[in-house]
Nanobody, 118 residues
Framework: QVQLVESGGGLVQPGGSLRLSCAAS????????LGWYRQAPGKQRELVAT???????NYADSVKGRFTISRNNAQNTVYLQMNNLKPEDTAAYYCNAQHAVYAAQNYWGQGTQVTVSS
């Protein structure tokens, strides 16, 4: 099994920046594709960004150019750098790990709250 622990959320003013971290343990980290998702009150959970085992990235249109996902396999950590934050980015952010070959091996973190407000 894989255990995921997120950190880095908080309150920030519009235009500010935050960096979320997700530390993983329990399996071979490099074998997993990683992603960040978010869920605002009353809305469905949505994809924010993904990064494959090979380092390929994908972003939701709403965050493209503002957010950057990266991974450090040696530290078993995935990051989400968030710049130029907007009130619409306010949500609980969740880390996800999915095995690159065995998709049934899918895990979620507990979530970290990001609030963008003046």
């Amino acid at each position: 099994q894989v255990q995921l622990v997120e950190s880095g959320g908080g309150l920030v003013q519009p235009g500010g920046s935050l960096r979320l971290s997700c530390a993983a343990s329990g399996s071979i980290f490099s074998m997993y594709a990683l992603g960040w998702y978010r869920q605002a009150p009353g809305k469905q959970r949505e994809l924010v960004a993904t990064i494959t085992s090979g380092g390929s990235t994908n972003y939701a249109d709403s965050v493209k150019g503002r957010f950057t996902i990266s991974r450090n396999n040696a530290q078993n950590t995935v990051y989400l750098q968030m710049n130029n934050l907007k009130p619409e980015d306010t949500a609980a952010y969740y880390c996800n790990a999915q095995h690159a070959v065995y998709a049934a091996q899918n895990y979620w973190g507990q979530g970290t709250q990001v609030t963008v407000s003046s």
